[in-house]
């Protein structure tokens, strides 16, 4: 069982950075691709991005490419996203997840094939 720890949320206001981090203490990421969704007030979850298991392919959301990146560390055992040019609209619970079937190293973007999933950190964008 591989449980995900987040870390890096909080109030940022419009246009400013932020940074997400994902760990496991209970076992090793390096074989999962792993992803980002985050959860708005009053909205479904969705897709932010994702990266492959060896971390040298990524998947974005059309809603922050550009701007977000995310990124994989097998030695720290930690996955990333790096947040820019916040808008308010970014406001949401993010969670980070991981999925350990992919068949190939490319990530996938459906929340159904991500098997472990964190608690969620709240990112606010306001002034």
């Known amino acids: 069982q591989v449980q995900l720890v987040e870390s890096g949320g909080g109030l940022v206001q419009p246009g400013g950075s932020l940074r997400l981090s994902c760990t496991s203490s209970t076992g090793t990421l390096g074989s999962y691709s792993m992803g980002w969704f985050r959860q708005a007030p009053g909205k479904e979850r969705e897709f932010v991005a994702a990266?492959?298991?060896?971390?040298?392919?990524?998947n974005y959301a059309d809603s922050v490419k550009g701007r977000f990146t995310i990124s994989k560390d097998n030695t720290l055992n930690t996955a990333s996203l790096q947040m820019s040019s916040l808008k308010p609209e970014d406001t949401a619970v993010y969670y980070c997840?991981?999925?350990?079937?992919?068949?190939?190293?490319?990530?996938?973007?459906?929340?159904?094939?991500?098997?472990?999933w964190g608690q969620g950190s709240l990112v606010t964008v306001s002034s």
């Open positions: 997840a991981a999925d350990p079937t992919s068949p190939e190293d490319w990530p996938r973007s459906y929340s159904q094939y991500f098997e472990y």
């Open positions: 990266v492959s298991w060896s971390g040298n392919h990524a």
